[in-house]
T-cell receptor, first 116, second 113 residues
Framework: GAVVSQHPSRVICKSGTSVKIECRSL??????MFWYRQFPKQSLMLMAT?????????EQGVEKDKFLINHASLTLSTLTVTSAHPEDSSFYIC????????????FGPGTRLTVT | QKEVEQNSGPLSVPEGAIASLNCTYS??????FFWYRQYSGKSPELIMF????GDKEDGRFTAQLNKASQYVSLLIRDSQPSDSATYLC?????????????FGKGTMLLVSP
């Protein structure tokens, strides 16, 4: 399989501050990365698709100005949660695929965000 | 609305038994099918994928695909307590300028010693 890392693994921040989460593909180039959010005991929810060198595509209901995504290189995508609020507390997971069939996605270990 | 349906479970099986996890999908244009395992508090881990009708075996796991019935399943032989997790079915479709992977909500598997 492929390796995807995320940093940080856990973060606690105060309400109103911004938090940046990094997602890296370590052993392959990822033209496309994905950002998911998962609340406790709920299913994965796709937030946005991040394409290298272009704007991210956000899913319906996800505020693009609140969740800023930058995919600056073929191995790095970042998600910035701006002006975080307690309701943004969740498990954020990124994934990436190689851009070739069968397009399997490899997930990072996730970032647990707690907003106080 | 492209959907992937899974029974939420929990599916309870005794240790050593065969666990059978099922998934149906609505998009006939789907091309690849994946099974992920997710332990509580962890991110999903790819178990295996399948894209041709029939069976595909990998160790204790067998994926089965029937495109005519729009059905994909995962069999786990000799189930172990460590297999207790939520199993996510995912369906992929690739087109001109887009690539979508749609996840089911997952089936929780409990393997009792």
């Amino acid at each position: 399989g492929a390796v995807v890392s995320q940093h940080p693994s856990r973060v606690i921040c105060k309400s109103g501050t911004s938090v940046k989460i990094e997602c890296r593909s370590l052993d392959f180039q990822a033209t496309t990365m994905f950002w998911y959010r998962q609340f406790p005991k709920q299913s994965l929810m796709l937030m946005a698709t991040s394409n290298e060198g272009s704007k991210a595509t956000y899913e319906q209901g996800v505020e693009k100005d609140k969740f800023l995504i930058n995919h600056a290189s073929l191995t790095l995508s970042t998600l910035t949660v701006t002006s975080a609020h307690p309701e943004d507390s969740s498990f954020y997971i990124c994934s990436a695929h190689r851009g070739a069939p069968p397009y399997e996605q490899y997930f990072g270990p996730g970032t647990r965000l707690t907003v106080t | 609305q492209k959907e992937v349906e899974q029974n939420s479970g929990p599916l309870s099986v005794p240790e050593g038994a065969i666990a059978s996890l099922n998934c149906t999908y609505s998009d006939r244009g789907s091309q690849s099918f994946f099974w992920y395992r997710q332990y509580s508090g962890k991110s999903p881990e790819l178990i295996m994928f399948i894209y041709s009708n029939g069976d595909k075996e990998d160790g204790r796991f067998t994926a089965q695909l029937n495109k005519a019935s729009q059905y994909v399943s995962l069999l786990i032989r000799d189930s172990q307590p460590s297999d207790s997790a939520t199993y996510l079915c995912a369906v992929h479709r690739q087109g001109s300028g887009y690539s979508t992977l749609t996840f089911g909500k997952g089936t929780m598997l409990l393997v009792s010693p």
